[in-house]
C-alpha cells in the first residue's frame, strides 16, 4: 500500500518546501485558464443552437451577441482584476464575499462555487471524452469507463503536486492555443483572399420558428456565457503565483482574457462568414474542416480541443480543495479540509473532488447533455456576490484610496451584468435542470452553518480556565478473564502497575469449562479473586457491560479502568483464526462514558 | 441493526435449550433427506445421457444399470446404519475416518465433504432456479439473483434454528413425495392396463454412435451415482433426532433409502417402458406428462421437483456447520466455527457457507451443467474413507461384538464399491472438471493442518505454568497533546492516576502554533513539562513513535503505556468532522510490542 502511494504521488515533502512550490505564469495560464478557454470549444455553438430556434436569419445575431459576451468578460476580468490587487493572498468570490456583504453572502458564494467545481469536472471530462468516442466508436459503450479513469489520472496527478501539475498540463493547453490561433489566422486569410468555403451543407431551419423576441436573444446571450466559467480561478489561487504575487496574477489574468476572447470572437466570425449551422458535427469541427481540410492539421486542432476539455477539469482540482480548505479552516467545512498531505497540496479536497465528480458522471452515464443546464449558475451567483462584496470594498476605502468611485464603478457595473445574467441563465434554464443548483445552493449553505455549529459546541464544550487543577481520578480496574496462560498473566501484572484495586471477571458460557477454571485460578493465586459472571446467552458483551454498570453503582466509583488483552499474530490471515474478543469489547465499551480501554498487545511468536 | 436481525433470525435462546432443539422423525426426514431425494429428478436423466452416446439401443441397459445403483444404495445405508449405531454422538464420514484410519484420511473425508456441501447448495439451487427459469422464461436474466435470493432465504431459515427449518422444510419434501409416488402408481397402473404412452417423439441417436464399451457402461453407472448425494447427511446429524438418537437416525435412514430407491426405480421404469430419449424437455418432465397429461396435476408435481431441487441445499446447511464446527473443535479450522449463535445453530458456518456458494453461483452465473462434473467425486471419496474406517472399527472391536465379521464384510463391500465408482467418476470426468475438485482437496487438507499449526504453536507460546507470581510491571507514560482543552485536562487527570512518571508530548507541525501552546501549558501548569517533537513531513504518528522509541532506550523500561484522549461524538455523521488522529495513534501503535493504549473517552455534548 504505502510503496504504490510513493509510486503515484512521489515521496512527502517538508513543509518549508511550501513556499517554494509556485507557478511561472505560463505553467499558470495552463494550469488555471484551461476551464475558461476550453468553454470557447462550444460558447459558439450554444449561441447558435439557440438563436437557430427563430431561423436561419437570426443567426445574424450571432456575432452582436459574441461581442456582448466579449464585452462582459473584459468587465468580468477587469473586474477581478482590482480583486486580485486588492486581495494578494488570494481572493476568491468566498473570500470577498464574506468579509464585505458578511457571513450568509460568502458561504452563498463559496457553496455556488464548490458545486460548480464539481460540474465543470462532470461536464469538462465528459465532453472531452464524448470528442474521444466520436473519433473512436468503438470506444463509446466504454465512456464512464474512460471518464473515470481520465478523473482518476487528474486525482493523481494533482496529489503529486502544483508544480508537476503545470508540467503535465502546459504541452495541451499549449497545443490547443496555437493550433486554434493559427487556424483563426489562415481562415480570416482565406477568407480576404476569397479562397474560405463551407464543407458542410446548411441543415433547414425549424419548420415552426418561434419568434425572434429579446427574451431568445438574452437566453442565447445567457447561452454563451458558459464562455466566462472559469474566470474566477486565478484570482482564487494568487498564493500560487511567484512574488510579486498580484502583479503577475493580474498578467496572467488578461493573458488569459486576450486569448480566450481572440479564440472566441475569431471562431464566432469564422462561422458566421462561412454560413455555419449546427448540426451532429460540432461548429469547431466545421470551421476547423472548412479551414485545413481533412488533413494532419484538422486532427491535430481536434486533439487539442479535446484534451483541453478534460484539462479544464484541472482547474478545478487546482480550485476546489483550495477553497475548501479555506472553508475548512473557517470551520464550515471538516478541518481535515485545511490539512496539507504528503505533497503540500490539500489532499483531502482533491480527493473529495475527485469522488463527487464521478458519482455525477456515474449518474448521467458520462452524457454532457444532461449536465449543461446544471451548468454555470453557480458561476454567475459567484460573480455577482463578489462584486457587489467589491463595491463595499471600494466604498470602505474611499479615505485612503482617491480612485476608488472608478474602481467601485467597474466592479459595480459588472456586479448589475453578472447579475442579470444570473436571473437570465437561472429563468431560461429552470425547468432544464437548473432548479437542482438552485435548491442544492442553500442546502449545503445549511450544511456549513451544521458543521460551524457543531464545532462551535465543541470548542465550548472543550473550553477550559487555565485556573484548572489537574488530579488523579479515582478509578477501578476490571480485566475481563479467557483462560489462565500468559497473555492473561502479562495483562494481570500490567494491570497491577495500574492501581490497587483490580477486578478479574469470567464471563461463563460453558460452566464445565468454568468450573476448571476457578479451581486453576484458586491453584494460580494471581492475589486478585475471579468473579463468574454466567451468559446464558452466550454473548461475552453484554454481561461484561452489565457487570461494570454494577461494580460502579457498588463501588460509588466515577472511572472504569478495563483491561484487555489483545493477540496481535504475525500474520494478517492469522486474525481469521481468532475470536476477535477484544475489538468486540472496544466496540461495546467505546460508547459508554467514563470508561478508559486499555489494550495490552501479546505479540504470537509464530 | 439489531432489530432487523431479530426480525430475521428470531429472538436469542438461553444455552439450556439447546437440549431440547430436536427433530421428530417425519421432520428430521424432510431436514436431511431433501438433497438423495431430489437426486431422482436427474440421476436417471444422467445415465441415459451417457447411454444414448451409444445409439438407441443401449437405452434398454438403463434397467441393469439402475438396479445396479439401487443395489448400491443399500450397501452405503446399511453401512451407514451400523455407523449411526456405532457412532450416536454423530459418526460422519470425518469422524470415521479420523478415529480409526488415522489424521490424514480423516481430513482428507472433511475437506471432500465440505467442498460438496458446498457444491450441492450451488448445484442444487442453480438447477431449481433453472426449473423455475424454464417455467417463467421472462425470470431468465435474474437467474443469479433469485439464486442468491433463495441461498439468502435459506441461510435465514437455518439461522433461526433446527426445529424452525424441519417446519420450514417439511411440505415441500411431502409434497414431492406424494405427488412423485402418486404419479409412479399411476403409470405402472396405465401401463398395466396398457393405456400408457409418450407424449414426446424420440429423437434421433447420434449419427455416429461411440462403442458400446464396459468403460460406456461404467460411466453410465457413475453418472446415476449422482442419485447417493446426501445419503451421509443423517449419520452427520443423529444428535439432532430425538431419543434414542441411534434407533430413531437409523429408522429414518432405512425410510429415505426405501422411498429414494422406489422413486428413482419407478422413473427408470416409466422412462424405459415409453421408449423416451434426453432432449430439451427433462426426463422426470416427459414422464410426468405422459402419465398425468398437461393438467393441474402435471404443474403441481413440477412444482414439487422445482421446490425439492432448491431445498436439497438446505441438508449442506444442516451438514457443513456441524461438520465444519467438529473439524473446528478439533483445530483444524477457525475456533469460531465451532460457536453457537443467537439461536443455538452454528452460525458461522451456515453464513460461511452462503457465501461460498453464493460465489460459485455468480462464478458460474447460475448454470447447473457446468457445475455438474465437479459434483459428487468428493462424496465418493469420503464414503470410501467411511466405510474403510467402518471395517477397521468392526476389526478393533472384534472381542465384545461377536457379529464383527458381517458387520466387515458389509462395510468393505460398500468401501470396495464407493471405491471404484470414486475412480470411475474422478477417470471419466477428470477433463470435465472433476480434477478441479481433485486439485482442491489436498489444498484444503494442508489449509487444515497449517490451522492446526498455528493454534498448537499459540498454545505452546501462551502455556504458563502455575507457580508463576503475577507482578506489577515498571511502566512509562506517554500522553500526545494537541491542544489545551477539557478532553486534554481530563486524559492528564486520568494519567496521573495511573503512575508517577508522565511525559506529555506534542507533535509539531505550525512552529507559531507551537509556541503558543507553549506559553499557554507554562501557564496552565499541569505538572508534567511538555515535550515538543518538530514534524517536518506533517505526519502525527511517525514522529510520536519515534519519540516513544527513543524515551524507552533512554529510560531502560519495558512496557510503555500511550493514553489518547478520544472524541466520541453524539452522531455518527460528527465522526467525519473530527481528525481521528487517536484511531490513527492505535492502528500505528498496535504492532508495536510492550506498547498498551488506553483510549480515554471524552463524550461530546453537542
Not at 508540467?167 to 489562415?186: H, K, Q
Request: charged fraction near 15%; charge should be positive; proline fraction near 5%.
Amino acid at each position: 500500500m504505502s510503496s504504490l502511494k510513493r509510486l503515484l504521488v512521489g515521496e512527502p515533502l517538508r513543509t518549508e518546501r511550501l513556499a517554494t512550490e509556485r507557478l511561472t505564469n505560463p505553467k499558470a495560464l495552463a494550469v488555471f485558464s484551461s476551464d475558461a478557454l476550453s468553454s470557447v470549444a462550444y460558447a459558439t455553438e450554444e449561441i447558435l443552437l439557440t438563436l437557430f430556434l427563430a431561423g436561419s436569419a437570426a443567426l445574424n445575431l450571432s456575432l452582436p451577441v459574441a461581442f456582448a459576451i466579449a464585452l462582459l468578460f473584459f468587465v468580468v476580468v477587469f473586474s477581478y482584476r482590482q480583486t486580485v490587487f486588492a486581495y494578494p493572498t488570494g481572493g476568491g468570490s468566498y473570500i470577498v464575499a464574506r468579509s464585505n456583504l458578511g457571513l450568509l453572502p460568502g458561504l452563498t458564494a463559496g457553496a455556488a462555487l464548490l458545486i460548480d467545481y464539481v460540474l465543470t469536472v462532470a461536464v469538462s471530462v465528459s465532453s472531452g471524452i464524448a470528442a474521444v468516442t466520436s473519433a473512436v466508436p468503438a470506444l463509446y459503450p466504454h465512456r464512464v469507463a474512460l471518464a473515470l479513469l481520465a478523473v482518476a489520472i487528474l486525482v493523481a496527478g494533482n496529489l503529486r503536486g502544483v508544480r508537476e501539475s503545470g508540467n503535465l498540463f502546459s504541452a495541451p493547453t499549449y497545443l490547443f492555443i496555437v493550433s486554434t490561433l493559427t487556424m483563426i489566422a489562415l481562415g480570416v486569410f482565406r477568407y480576404a483572399t476569397g479562397t474560405l468555403a463551407p464543407v458542410t451543407a446548411p441543415v433547414p431551419p425549424p419548420a415552426v420558428p418561434v419568434p425572434l423576441t429579446t427574451f431568445l436573444i438574452l437566453r442565447a446571450f445567457a447561452s454563451g456565457c458558459a464562455a466566462l466559467t472559469g474566470t474566477e480561478a486565478i484570482s482564487n489561487g494568487v498564493q500560487a503565483f511567484h512574488e510579486p504575487v498580484s502583479r503577475n496574477a493580474a498578467k496572467t489574468l488578461v493573458w488569459m482574457a486576450v486569448l480566450a476572447v481572440t479564440m472566441f470572437l475569431g471562431i464566432t466570425f469564422l462561422a458566421h462568414v462561412l454560413g455555419l449551422t449546427p448540426q451532429t458535427e460540432t461548429i469547431i469541427s466545421q470551421v476547423n474542416r472548412s479551414v485545413f481540410g481533412s488533413g494532419a492539421l484538422y486532427y491535430v486542432t481536434q486533439a487539442g480541443t479535446m484534451l483541453i476539455l478534460v484539462l479544464a477539469a484541472n482547474t478545478s482540482f487546482a480550485d476546489f480543495p483550495r477553497l475548501a480548505s479555506i472553508i475548512g479552516r473557517d470551520g464550515f467545512l471538516p478541518r481535515q479540509m485545511a490539512n496539507r498531505g504528503d505533497r503540500l497540496v490539500f489532499s483531502n479536497g482533491i480527493i473529495l473532488l475527485g469522488v463527487l465528480s464521478s458519482l455525477l458522471i456515474v449518474y448521467f452515464e458520462g452524457k454532457t447533455h444532461s449536465l449543461i443546464p446544471l451548468y454555470a449558475v453557480g458561476v454567475f451567483l459567484s460573480f455577482t456576490l463578489s462584486q457587489s462584496g467589491m463595491v463595499i470594498h471600494w466604498w470602505r476605502s474611499r479615505k485612503e484610496d482617491r480612485q476608488w468611485l472608478t474602481h467601485a464603478l467597474i466592479n459595480g457595473t459588472g456586479a448589475i451584468v453578472t447579475g442579470v445574467v444570473f436571473v437570465v441563465i437561472a429563468v431560461t434554464k429552470f425547468t432544464g435542470g437548473a432548479w437542482v443548483v438552485v435548491v442544492l445552493i442553500p442546502v449545503t449553505v445549511g450544511l456549513f452553518l451544521a458543521i460551524r455549529r457543531h464545532y462551535d459546541a465543541v470548542a465550548q464544550d472543550l473550553r477550559i480556565s487555565l485556573e484548572t487543577k489537574v488530579k488523579p481520578v479515582d478509578h477501578i480496574i476490571v480485566v475481563p478473564v479467557a483462560g489462565i496462560h500468559r497473555a492473561v498473566a502479562a495483562t494481570m501484572a500490567y494491570a497491577k502497575s495500574l492501581g490497587p484495586e483490580i477486578h478479574a471477571v469470567h464471563v461463563s458460557v460453558d460452566p464445565a469449562e468454568t468450573e476448571k477454571l476457578k479451581a486453576k485460578w484458586e491453584k494460580w493465586d494471581p492475589g486478585v479473586p475471579l468473579t463468574v459472571v454466567p451468559s446464558p446467552y452466550r454473548s461475552l458483551t453484554g454481561p461484561l457491560v452489565r457487570y461494570i454498570d454494577g461494580l460502579q453503582r457498588k463501588e460509588k466509583v466515577k472511572f472504569v479502568t478495563v483491561v484487555i488483552a489483545e493477540f496481535v499474530p504475525r500474520h494478517w490471515w492469522q486474525f481469521l483464526l481468532h475470536n476477535q474478543s477484544a475489538l468486540w469489547l472496544q466496540a461495546a465499551l467505546h460508547f459508554r462514558p467514563h470508561t478508559a480501554i486499555v489494550s495490552v498487545p501479546f505479540h504470537l511468536k509464530h
